[in-house]
């Protein structure tokens, strides 16, 4: 192992429900009244692949666009102030230094909203490359992302592993090539993160454990 790809929301900092909750105002006030839970199960993939499915609405349309990014807007404006590192998400990080592994993010999440969170909790000093969305045609659970990075980093899918919380994210990787790793601090029970070849309770677990 050379290389750790890293998701964000839920994997590294407490942000699912926050995202599930910009994503309700901001369709909200466009008329789409959608439940906060089926939200919340389709956060860890972009909104290329979320709007169709709750509102059918392609992302590219104005309407999808308007909401997309009314709902950044929200989320950094609202909901970012209160957002919490997941216990030991930064010492994880700084262990896998220690071990001379290159760390680079692979996100589903807007350049700005990504960008935004790394900064708010410096771990933007920690990470050696960042991919998000606009690295890739597709987001998650389609592979793009995870290439994007494997490519950015100069790395093999055998190179690298990947830290993610959702079906998205082990999809995603697994259909890249990439050994995952999944976290339950996204909401997920382990028997919902198939295909992970580990499951944690969260970084504070992977950090005591031997990997």
Same mark, same amino acid.
């Given at each position: ?5 890293? &998701?964000? &929301?839920?994997?590294?900092? /407490? ?44 992302? /590219? ?73 606009? /690295? ?28 993610? /919380? ?46």
């Amino acid at each position: 192992m050379k290389a750790v790809l890293l &998701d964000i &929301d839920g994997t590294l900092v /407490d942000s699912n429900d926050a995202h599930a909750g910009a994503w309700r105002k901001a369709l909200l006030e466009q008329g789409f009244d959608i439940e906060f839970g089926v939200l919340r199960r389709c956060i860890g993939m972009g909104g290329d692949h979320m709007l169709p499915r709750i509102a059918g609405l392609t992302k /590219d349309s104005a309407l999808g666009k308007k909401i997309s990014e009314r709902r950044g807007e929200i989320f950094r404006e609202e909901f970012l102030p209160d957002l919490k590192l997941l216990n030991g998400a930064k010492e994880l990080l700084e262990k896998l230094l220690e071990k001379k592994l290159t760390l680079v993010i692979a996100t589903s999440a807007s350049s700005k909203d990504g960008s935004a969170i790394l900064k708010k909790f410096g771990l933007d000093e920690l990470v050696h490359h960042v991919t998000n969305s606009s /690295d890739a045609d597709k987001s998650k659970p389609d592979p793009d992302i995870v290439l994007a990075a494997l490519k950015k980093a100069n790395l093999d899918p055998s190179d690298a592993v990947m830290l993610g /919380d959702t079906p998205y994210d082990i999809e995603a990787a697994v259909r890249a090539g990439v050994v995952a790793y999944a976290f339950t601090s996204g909401g997920w029970r382990p028997e919902e993160l198939t295909g992970a070849k580990k499951v944690f309770s969260g970084p504070a677990d992977m950090l005591m454990a031997e990997f």
